[in-house]
């Protein structure tokens, strides 16, 4: 063979193995443990905030049932008030 293509060869043949390297790392012991290092805590943040919305939305069912107890005070106020007015009345007529 020729010097050029002898050159040439060579250098393909450094660029296959470095590719293949690079494959083997990324794919291999320490790809793997580049995508697999954050796993543990991702899925302990994703819990976290699932159990945060479902506390958060017990608290607002909460408040709301605050609402409707504090509304029925106030019509049970107004109710009884008129029921004072209507035995007025008639102790008036």
Not at 18 to 47: S, T
Not at 66 to 78: A, C, N, P, S
């Amino acid at each position: 063979r020729s010097a050029p293509s002898l050159c040439a060869s060579r250098l393909s043949t450094r660029v296959r193995v470095r590719e293949e390297i690079i494959m083997d790392w990324l794919l291999g012991g320490v790809g793997g443990g580049l995508f697999d290092y954050n796993r543990e805590n991702f899925f302990f943040d994703k819990e976290q905030q699932l159990k945060r919305e479902f506390q958060l939305q017990k608290v607002r069912v909460t408040q709301f049932a605050l609402y409707r107890e504090d509304v029925r005070d106030l019509m049970d106020l107004t109710v009884s008030k008129m029921e004072n007015y209507l035995v007025v009345n008639a102790f008036q007529l």
